[in-house]
Every structure is written in C-alpha cells, then in structure tokens.
C-alpha cells in the first residue's frame, strides 16, 4: 500500500443518482459485514431515507441470498436497472452469474465490473447508496477511494485481535486515501444466554479500543443473536423481519444518527 498515494490525477466523480455513498468496509472476512450492510440499508430505509444496496463483493457475492433476488436485472438505454427490494434499490454482480459460478478475475475485470456499477446503474433519486465492500486492500477498495466520491466508510470488525489486526490495515489504507471514517463497528460483540448472562465469545472491548488508538469514533455493540442469521438466510434479514427486535433497534437508532450526520 506504500505505493499507492492519491494525486490530482484522480478525479473522484460520484455516482449518480444519489447525495451519499457510504462504504461498508472490514478489511477481514467472516465478521458479519455483509449483514450489517442490509441491515443497516433497511434501517436507513425504515428512517425514512431512499437508499439503495451496491454489493461490491465481486469474488463472493452474499446480497442474492440475504435479500432473496433471484432475478436478473433489465437493462435500458445502455443502463442496468437495480432490482427494487424492501423499498432498496439492489446490484449485485450474483444477480448477473449463477450461484456457484467462481468469479476467476484478475484485477483489471474487477475493476471495469466496479465501474460498470457505479457508472452504468440507474440508481434514481437516492440519499445514500450503501456499498459492501469486500474483505482485504485491494482493487475494489483502491477504485472506490481514488476514482469515485466516497462521503465515508463505516468499519465492522469482531473485537478479537486477529480481525482487527486487519481492520487496523484498513484504518490506515482509509486515512492514506483520504477517505472520511465515520466510526468503527463492534458486530457479534456478545451473546446473552438464556440465564441473563453476557458471554464474551469472541473477547471484549477490542474494537473501542483500536477507534480509540487511531482517534476514531467508536459507533456501539451489535450482539449475537440466532434469528440474525436465520433472517438472513431466509432472505429478509432481522431489521425487516423484526423491526422491534432489540437487534434491529440498535442498528435503527444507529441510522438516524447517520442521517442526522449528512442532512443536519
């Protein structure tokens, strides 16, 4: 990442049809970022935002399933046209290939397929675009931090080091590129046992502490919970299914907070 530093040559354009492109980002796979991305779309929405869901995860695609989309998208005047789901406009390139199909692409395919998503979707008259972005520091993140307007990236991590070894990479990879972080994201943070307990199954305080180490805002706890994952893979996640659940509340509250950050 040493070699990559943003110039004048980048012209950051952003992508039309919205106010707002948040990036949903870990840097570490297996953290629950893809459903924290619906999630946290659907609360954005029930808040009372038009918003609309980029699955930027060329390599493993996970918004067919957790939305349920088994359809392609129709295409008009040389534009694909998002698939409307929940009231969220959606693109995943899983709604162009088949479930199994291996996405075996170099960087440069990658590449020109983010660009075909932020350039040649008719997104319409949204106030955030929310993009999952895949794990890691590389050709997607790099294309959307030097080439496409990105008003901030919310970081998702699990507190145990071995994720935020990578999260602490994606922190600075952020910084280096110039791309605003709005706050880190503590996911899977507890499970709370029938008995009333709180167990630590991953560790505590992890995540609080690194945005505390790199001077970044820490956004609050998601626990664990069984129906996050069965919504999920019944395709209507928790925040839809259950918009009263305690889960849903949290990533609710959280929605409003971002929405007061970008239209106050």
Not at 77 to 95: A, H, R, W, Y
Not at 158 to 187: H, Y
Request: glycine share 10%.
């Amino acid at each position: 990442m040493e070699r990559v530093k943003p110039t004048k040559k980048f012209i950051k354009n952003p992508i039309q049809g919205t106010k707002f492109t948040i990036a949903i980002s870990s840097a570490k796979g297996g953290v629950g970022k893809s459903t924290f991305a619906t999630n946290f779309a659907l609360a954005l929405k029930k808040s009372g935002c038009k918003v609309g869901l980029l699955d930027a995860d060329i390599y493993g695609p996970s918004l067919p399933k957790l939305f349920s989309i088994n359809e392609k998208p129709k295409s008009e005047e040389g534009k694909l046209i998002p698939i409307n789901k929940f009231d969220v406009q959606c693109m995943s390139i899983g709604f162009l290939t088949d479930e199994q199909t291996p996405m075996i692409w170099r960087g440069p395919m990658v590449t020109s397929a983010i660009k075909t998503f932020t350039q040649k979707v008719d997104w319409k008259d949204l106030d955030f675009i929310i993009v999952d972005m895949p794990p890691g520091t590389g050709d997607t993140q790099l294309t959307f931090a030097q080439e496409i307007k990105l008003d901030g990236a919310i970081i998702v991590s699990t507190p145990q080091e071995i994720a935020l070894q990578d999260v602490k990479r994606g922190i600075k990879m952020f910084d280096k590129l110039k791309t605003t972080i709005i706050g880190l994201i503590d996911n899977m943070s507890f499970f709370r046992g029938d008995d009333g307990k709180k167990y630590d199954i991953f560790g505590a305080g992890g995540v609080k502490k690194t945005a505390e180490q790199f001077n970044k805002e820490f956004l609050g706890e998601i626990p664990i919970y069984p129906e996050i994952g069965k919504y999920g893979d019944q395709g209507k996640p928790i925040v839809e299914s259950d918009p009263d659940h305690e889960v849903s509340k949290i990533y609710i509250t959280l929605a409003e907070k971002i929405k007061k950050i970008y239209f106050n």
